[in-house]
């Protein structure tokens, strides 16, 4: 585990995304998920990438999820780890994992939500393992 914390800039929110980061600022981390068709999506936006309609809602995430896919960054100055996570809802998310030890990161291996600070904006959803 690296004990070097990297810095995350801030990120910036557009009209579709500006609740999704005022909910990571009370705590909250949110899908978007489609009347129409039920089916959850990532990134968050206005139209279901399913079926086009735009009967899309907010809807709460339990923050539980797998890896799906990983790499560690270990030439980077502070070295780090991405990856895909498979969350409960059945979406998959580009996302980082930290607060681990990369040597022990698994394909599979169950992993639940960290709110990481930014440099003076709201919180980004990362992974840690369960």
Known sequence: MSSIQRKIPAP????ETEAFWA?????????RRCAACGEAHW???AICPHCMSDQTEWVASSGEGVIYSYSVMRRAAEPYAIAYVT??????MLTNLVACDFDTLAIGQRVKLVAMPTEGGPPVPCFTPA
């Open 12 to 15: 910036t929110p557009t009209p």
């Open 87 to 92: 969350l409960a809802e059945g979406v998959t």
């Open 23 to 31: 909910g990571m600022k009370e705590g909250r981390f949110q899908l």
């Open 43 to 45: 990134y968050p936006r």
